[in-house]
């Protein structure tokens, strides 16, 4: 048994690993440190979540089915909540039974990239790992004011309103950030201030440590 499928299930037993998709879990929010870095006219996070998978999620992804990461991003006033910026991202992942390798796809803020991993673990390991990316324009980020990132990750979303969505949003070329107003922007920020049971087979809620721009 490799090390991470002994982790995985350690955190299993424990009760770490995200919970199923159930209001009350739903509304707890992991505390996570995150990395942010000012990079050009963008805000850069680095954070991971490889804890959204349990240990059967982690062996479905030898299955040979597609699995599907949808990640919802906001950046909220430390106590407000209307946020300053959103952000959507969806990741895929498929185990090529003929070429014995797995296939990730990922629309990210920073454009649509194509991977692959030989081995499972690696495949999780680039699936479940936000390294360096852009969320949010510096110009809408105000300095010395503190802000916390919240992100709402759903594993396999049934939704077909929500997929649709996502696919929607996704091929419209705006590298994943959402403007205010529309349909859409209401409910994506309903994701967040008023979670409610989500149609997906596991959901993960976590926030960031409290960050902000020093300034002059």
């Known amino acids: 048994m490799s090390v991470l499928v002994r982790c995985l299930l350690a955190l299993a037993v424990v009760g770490v690993a995200a919970a199923p998709a159930r209001a009350d879990e739903r509304d707890r929010l992991q505390v996570q440190k995150m990395r942010f870095v000012e990079r050009g006219d963008y805000l850069h996070v680095t954070a991971k979540f490889a804890n959204l998978f ?49 296939e990730l796809k990922f629309d990210d803020p920073d454009g649509k990239k194509i991977f692959k991993e030989k081995r499972k673990a690696e495949a999780l390991k680039k699936l479940t790992t936000l390294d360096d990316v852009p969320i949010a324009r510096l110009a809408g980020i105000p300095h010395k004011e503190v802000f916390v990132l919240v992100m709402d990750i759903e594993l396999n979303p049934v939704s077909k309103e929500t997929l649709a969505q996502v696919r929607r949003w996704l091929s419209q070329g705006t590298g994943g950030g959402l403007d205010r107003g529309g349909a859409f922007f209401g409910s994506f920020v309903s994701v967040f201030v008023n979670p409610k049971i989500a149609e997906a087979d596991r959901v993960l809620r976590i926030r960031s440590q409290p960050f902000y721009r020093p300034g002059t």
């Open 54 to 102: 349990d240990v059967p999620a982690y062996q479905a992804l030898h299955s040979g089915f597609t699995s599907t990461v949808v990640i919802r991003i906001a950046i909220f006033p430390r106590d407000s909540r209307d946020p300053i910026a959103l952000m959507l991202i969806q990741r895929q992942v498929l185990y090529n039974v003929w070429d014995e390798v797995y």
